[in-house]
């Protein structure tokens, strides 16, 4: 069993930048694909980024490629989301998961975060 707590979302004027981190309990981190998935108000859940367990797989959507980094650190159990540039369009309930192996399905995921709200004003 897996459990995930997201940080780090918040209210930004567009443009600017933020930071989520996905904390993630037990000692079998390393064994999973981690990602961060969006959901608009209104819209289905959606993926974001992905990372591999070794880090060298990365995955991103094509709109927030060149703005939006992932990163996992396995000493501490935790991955992160680096949001830079960011678009009223990226407003969403951003949620951390994690699965065996990396992918963009979220119908395949094994666990979810419950979600760290980012809103960007105009």
């Known amino acids: 069993q897996v459990q995930l707590v997201e940080s780090g979302g918040g209210l930004v004027q567009a443009g600017g930048s933020l930071r989520l981190s996905c904390a993630a309990s037990?000692?079998?981190?390393?064994?999973?694909?981690m990602g961060w998935f969006r959901q608009a108000p209104g819209k289905e859940r959606e993926f974001v980024a992905a990372?591999?367990?070794?880090?060298?797989?990365?995955y991103y959507e094509d709109s927030v490629k060149g703005r939006f980094t992932i990163s996992r650190d396995n000493a501490k159990n935790t991955v992160y989301l680096q949001m830079n540039s960011l678009k009223p369009e990226d407003t969403a309930v951003y949620y951390c998961a994690g699965r065996v192996g990396i992918g963009k399905d979220p119908r395949e995921v094994d666990y979810w975060g419950q979600g760290t709200q980012v809103t960007v004003s105009s």
């Open positions: 037990g000692r079998t981190f390393s064994r999973y694909a």
């Open positions: 990372i591999g367990r070794s880090s060298i797989v990365i």
